[in-house]
């Protein structure tokens, strides 16, 4: 019986991916490991037929056309067997005590396994070249119950990422019918965000899991490639207002996690198209900001009185100056780029 299925999108990852699928490997006979080669040029499609042939009792090998890290995990979602799947991307790893840790609380709660909808567990934040590695944990989350949304609490800065976030298979693939954007990179948000107004019982395990590199010059995450594909940043961000607008309801505990969410998201964008300072970029956040006040005006009113909102909207460069120091301190509370 496979307790966790791991979806691991691959593209060109010919460098780095052995890391993380030995990572997994280690888990043994009770996970499966899921690995979609997305068209890739170089020898990852071989190094995935490898691991397929070696650990077939473990190992499921996708190849498909170039489809874009959602595609990837859209088609590998297809293939998963076990209760519980996970995401992780290829130039990522987990830390193999805490996994056998989350295999071992699979196994002993399986009687009652079924009514948790969502585990969270800690990443860390795996930057090249640093000596002080930043974890990313929840000490507001009680540990060893289960949890609804109303007794939720985040601290400032640390809400959910895909690297933290364990689904019920179920709650993907049936709930929330998940099929995530083609050819677009930050899909990651999608995934975690969209299946939240399904999720009932949560579980806070305290571990630190997930290793989330940071450090590659093409990495998405990249400030000047996040630049440069500000354009597929935006279309994630319009989904997520649209999704959040039609579906969510704000009054509720979820709902006021996801508004949050939303904020932040359209922060960064902001924040990102005030960095390029271009004609069309600073008109881009405009269209951006208007967007919000046509789908939601009391989500736009809310968003636009908050720090961030009152920061990214200031006018003229001394404006865009202090967006920028706002950026900083953004930077250092969310923790990302």
Request: with cysteine.
């Amino acid at each position: 019986m496979k307790l966790l299925s791991v979806i691991v999108p691959c593209y060109n990852a010919e460098d780095f991916m052995e890391r993380c699928i030995n990572s997994l490997i280690l888990g043994g006979n009770e996970i499966q490991i899921i690995l979609v080669d997305d068209g890739s040029i170089d020898k990852t499609g071989k190094i995935i037929d490898w691991y397929a042939k070696e650990f077939p009792q473990i190992v499921t090998a996708i190849h498909q056309k170039n489809g874009g890290h959602g595609e990837a995990i859209n088609n590998g979602l297809k293939k998963v067997v076990a209760t519980y799947v996970k995401i992780v991307d290829s130039d990522d790893w987990l830390d193999i005590q805490a996994l056998h840790q989350v295999l071992n609380f699979l196994r002993s709660n399986i009687s009652r396994i079924k009514s948790i909808d969502m585990i969270i567990s800690n990443y860390i934040y795996d930057k090249q070249g640093s000596k002080h590695k930043k974890i990313i944990n929840y000490p507001r989350i009680p540990t060893n119950q289960i949890l609804s949304w109303d007794n939720l609490h985040f601290s400032v800065g640390k809400y959910l990422l895909m690297h933290s976030v364990i689904y019920r298979t179920d709650i993907l693939k049936n709930k929330a019918k998940l099929k995530l954007p083609q050819h677009s990179f930050y899909v990651d948000n999608i995934y975690v965000f969209e299946p939240l107004i399904y999720v009932k019982k949560i579980y806070y395990l305290d571990l630190n899991l997930y290793h989330y590199f940071i450090g590659r010059e093409d990495q998405s995450v990249n400030e000047q490639v996040m630049i440069g594909k500000i354009d597929q940043q935006l279309a994630i961000n319009r989904q997520m207002i649209n999704f959040y607008t039609d579906n969510v309801d704000p009054d509720t505990s979820v709902g006021k996690y996801m508004g949050r969410y939303v904020e932040i998201i359209t922060t960064i964008s902001s924040i990102l198209l005030l960095k390029e300072n271009s004609l069309r970029s600073l008109q881009l956040k405009k269209s951006l900001w208007n967007f919000i006040k046509r789908k939601d005006e009391v989500l736009y009113k809310k968003m636009r009185h908050r720090v961030f909102g009152i920061g990214v909207n200031l006018p003229g460069e001394v404006g865009r100056k202090t967006a920028m120091s706002i950026y900083r301190i953004a930077r250092k509370v969310y923790g990302f780029n």
